[in-house]
T-cell receptor, first 115, second 112 residues
Framework: AQSVTQPDIHITVSEGASLELRCNYSYGATPYLFWYVQSPGQGLQLLLKYFSGDTLVQGIKGFEAEFKRSQSSFNLRKPSVHWSDAAEYFCAVGLLGGGYNKLIFGAGTRLAVHP | EAQVTQNPRYLITVTGKKLTVTCSQNMNHEYMSWYRQDPGLGLRQIYYSMNVEVTDKGDVPEGYKVSRKEKRNFPLILESPSPNQTSLYFC???????????FGQGTRLTVV
């Protein structure tokens, strides 16, 4: 069955430090991959997506993610974290087939940023 | 502006009292979905619709109903809400042949 694992439930970093959020997926075919961010009390905002092509994708707010097929991973990175990046981050796999269309989400990683 | 609009944003209700959460999109997307978000579980799909009058169950459909009478609207109906349906609900729309979803702002439902 398809699944998405985000191993880290909570991460705390200092402002200005680098960040890497891990995401592993289980899916037989080439996946559509997404990272969403949810700020407190807000909806979901798409940070970046991977469909095909270059395995390093750039997103909004200075985020990037790298697709590694051999490791079934799609880790999110940012070189220097800002206090406004404190939020919950969700990795997702998009499934599209005959008669269905859905996203499988990981459980999320809550990021705290220390000044 | 392209958007998915859910109403209400917050709702407190009592067990057994029927309620409807509305969802509307202005992007002419074929696919629409409902998800619920629970701590430690991420988001899980409740129901989806591939087009008008075409709906199907997602991963957690029990206790919910949906309808798709118009392309832009996809209401979520809880005919007899129970406390275990207390959750944050998101509506999403997706273009045909795509999996990138556009989400509404969410509806926080509390059933007491």
């Amino acid at each position: 069955a398809q699944s998405v694992t985000q191993p880290d439930i909570h991460i705390t970093v200092s402002e200005g430090a680098s960040l890497e959020l891990r995401c592993n997926y289980s899916y037989g075919a080439t996946p559509y991959l997404f990272w969403y961010v949810q700020s407190p009390g807000q909806g979901l905002q798409l940070l970046l997506k991977y469909f095909s092509g270059d395995t390093l994708v750039q997103g909004i707010k200075g985020f990037e993610a790298e697709f590694k097929r051999s490791q079934s991973s799609f880790n999110l990175r940012k070189p220097s974290v800002h206090w406004s990046d404190a939020a919950e981050y969700f990795c997702a796999v998009g499934l599209l087939g005959g008669g269905y269309n859905k996203l499988i989400f990981g459980a999320g990683t809550r990021l705290a940023v220390h000044p | 502006e392209a958007q998915v609009t859910q109403n209400p944003r917050y709702l407190i209700t009592v067990t057994g009292k029927k309620l409807t959460v509305t969802c509307s999109q202005n992007m002419n997307h074929e696919y629409m979905s409902w998800y619920r978000q629970d701590p430690g579980l991420g988001l899980r799909q409740i129901y989806y619709s591939m087009n008008v009058e075409v709906t199907d169950k997602g991963d957690v459909p029990e206790g919910y109903k949906v309808s798709r009478k118009e392309k832009r609207n996809f209401p979520l109906i809880l005919e007899s809400p129970s406390p275990n349906q207390t959750s944050l609900y998101f509506c999403a729309s997706t273009r045909l042949g795509n999996t990138e979803a556009f989400f509404g702002q969410g509806t926080r439902l509390t059933v007491v």
